[in-house]
């Protein structure tokens, strides 16, 4: 088991985080980016070779996001065709989100294990998304799901602000 730490503001530097330990060791950089209107992520190891990506899926329309691992898509985050209100529905082939996703307290499962968990919170260093990875092999997964909702997140406050 491995947790990791996000802070969700860091204002050092806004086109890049990092996801640490618990002791402060920096473990991945993240680089944010702009693409038509969705925040997108490239998340880089130590030796600056790429973990995972969030980008904005090809031929979508209305806000989605894939989250690319490899060159494999494993998850697809995207709004609803819902006139009547803002909702995300995420889809992936072998990994279920449960739980309450948009307040970012998730489990991720594939089929009865959970692999991994995602929780807002308050550490020494400030308000934080916490990491919790059970397997390893699916930590990139998670940390890309991970930062696609957060990026959803931002285009429905985006939304409710212009409202």
Not at 42 to 58: G, L, S, W
Not at 110 to 118: A, E, F, H, I, P
Not at 143 to 158: N, P, R, T, Y
């Amino acid at each position: 088991m491995r947790q990791l730490f996000m802070l969700k503001d860091d204002y050092t530097n806004e086109n890049k985080k990092e996801i640490i330990t618990r002791n402060g060791d920096k473990i991945y950089t993240i680089e944010c980016f702009e693409d038509d209107g969705l925040t997108c992520y490239k998340v880089y190891d130590d030796r600056r070779e790429e973990f995972v990506r969030v980008e904005r899926h090809i031929g979508s329309t209305l806000p989605c996001l894939d989250v690319v691992v490899g060159e494999r898509i494993i998850f697809t985050v995207a709004q609803s065709d819902s006139i009547s209100k803002m909702s995300f529905q995420i889809t992936s082939d072998g990994l279920e989100v449960h739980d309450d996703w948009w307040s970012m307290d998730f489990d991720v499962m594939s089929g009865y294990r959970k692999v991994s968990k995602v929780r807002n919170r308050w550490t020494a260093l400030g308000d934080a998304y916490e990491i919790t990875v059970f397997e390893k092999s699916n930590e990139a997964e998670t940390i890309g799901l991970m930062l696609a909702l957060d990026s959803v997140k931002k285009v429905e406050a985006k939304v409710k602000t212009l409202k």
